[in-house]
């Protein structure tokens, strides 16, 4: 994770520098047992299952019958390349990555740049913008699949003022649904990113600002020349984070139509890939092909934290 | 964190505060709103203009939403849930972070970077052999099936390890092995006190994970032995006229939650800035 690492532009204080050492002579041998514990637990449930998911994947397991399994070889993957929902669901997936998650990092680049002003209540507006992320995704999905309701949702009664009407954003045409579903995810995580920029702003040294400000920068430009460049990083990493969030979208396609099918809208308007890898597996109980799709998608994810970590690299080697 | 120099930092001015009193309403009016709906009918919420202010019976509703769905039971146990997974990963973590940050082990290095490259890895597509575990295991529909896979994080050792290298003194814990005390004897009792903070911040932040957690319950639990979510979920996708009732489960399950958490919003808002920082 060069991205974390990359951002470490502490903000403590110089003394704690002599401090940083570490004991020389304090044993090794507990060493060890005090870091164990995460990578036992990793290793049973965390690479484990995933090692194992590659050899479900090549074999055919179902879930009423788990000690009968067949050798298939790549066959599970041929079939999620000849199935339109698989393409579907991944399509779906990108689309509603990349409009919940590219407005949303702008706004909450932009709320920090305002949170760092000198003001009154600061620490109400960062608690308050934080509420959305402490409330759970299910209940957001519940509460936001009752404002965008077709006939009564609140949403729909304010459009009316502008002359729309009733649009069916829980079962409605995709790109009214998968707007809908975005609106979940930005509302949940804008402020949190936004806390995460504001972090990172509160460290940029104020000489920087001096400098620009001396050469006649406004405050855009000094935003624009100074605020972004310094973020590069944190920015970098929010981008990481929040596309791994999107490529295992979940649960707000799974409750947001409210029929308790895994389908994800009537015409599979907004059904994910996490979503399709449920149904495969725990619908249509077909595990192995339930495997084929995670691993796809942790390979998918794996190339997009390579790319952007091949990014953050390029970036930094230049400057 | 270092805070610009008061004199130098931007004073904000009314649009400010105009966009931010905007944000704060988008972000808690939803919130709201979920009282108002889980306290009037179907056909209250259908006139126009829609009721702006919840009434009484938003208690009768939660009575009918603990009629659908076993929600008593479900907070009882996200309390074993969250409560055990808390506690494991503040003591497992602060453990380790304390180790990475102040003891000198072969490996060290490596083993720190491995730790924090899992963070990349999304634990969720393991799921299926996951439960294949847990089934051989017979532990669907028990709880510990829901405990262990999360009883310490990559985040929390990293965290705790970023804090102890700049809180503990070196110096104090040379003196304490020169006195002869053991090593864990110097993590008892001069780590830990120095710890709390942080410990405080990463219980936080985990319950609050574990109490939401929603996809690997799922799988892992049913409707009989649920969590939080899982029954909350029920709820929200069975056949139920009333969407007050929904609402109003959907508030016993989230507002005492989301009360501790303003009541302790700053320490938390704290946390994650830190954790963004020293990232």
Redesign the interface.
Known sequence: MTVLAGSGRRAAAPPARQSKRRVRRLGSRAAYAYVAPFFVVFAAFGLYPLLYTGWVSLHNVNLENLHHSTWLGLHNYVALWHNQFFWNALRNTISIGIISTVPQLCMALGLAQLLNYKMRGRTFFRVAMLMPYATSVVASTLIFAELFGRDYGLINWVLHFFGVHHIYWTNGARWQSQIALAAIVTWRWTGYNALIYLAGMQSIPTDQYEAAAIDGASRWQQFWFVTVPSLRPTILFTIVISTIGAMQMFAEPYLFAGDGTTNGGGQHQFQTLALFMYQQGWTNFHLGQAAATAWTMLFIILALVGINAALARGRSGRN | ??????G??????RY??A??AL??I???F??Y??LI?ASHT?YQ??Q???PFVPNASVFHNIRLALHEQPLFKAIVNTVIVAGSITLGTVA??T??G?????????G?RV?LGV????????????????F??I?KLHWVNHLQSVV???????FG?FFMRQYL??A????L??AG?VDGAS??R?FRSIVLPIARPAMAVLAMLTF?AA??D??WPL?ALTSRNPT??IG??G????YIPQ?AV??AG?LL??FP??IV??LL??Q??GG???G????
Request: aromatic residues 10%; hydrophobic residues 55%; glycine residues 4%.
């Open positions: 964190m270092a805070k610009p120099k008061a130098k930092q931007l004073t904000a001015g400010t505060y966009v931010l944000v704060t988008i972000a808690v939803p919130l709103y979920t709906i179907n919420m259908a126009t203009p829609p497992f973590c453990l380790s304390f180790a990475f940050a102040k003891l000198h082990f072969r060290s083993l730790t924090v490259a899992t963070i990349a890895i999304p634990p969720q597509l393991g799921v299926i052999p996951l294949l575990l089934a262990l896979p999360t009883l310490v994080s990559a050792v290298s700049n503990v003194p070196t110096e814990l040379e092995w090593t864990f110097i609050l109490w939401n929603f996809f799988i939080v979510q909350l979920a709820l929200g996708s069975g969407q929904i609402m959907t399950c989230t939650v989301l958490f303003a919003g700053r938390i808002v994650i800035m830190q963004a920082v020293k990232g």
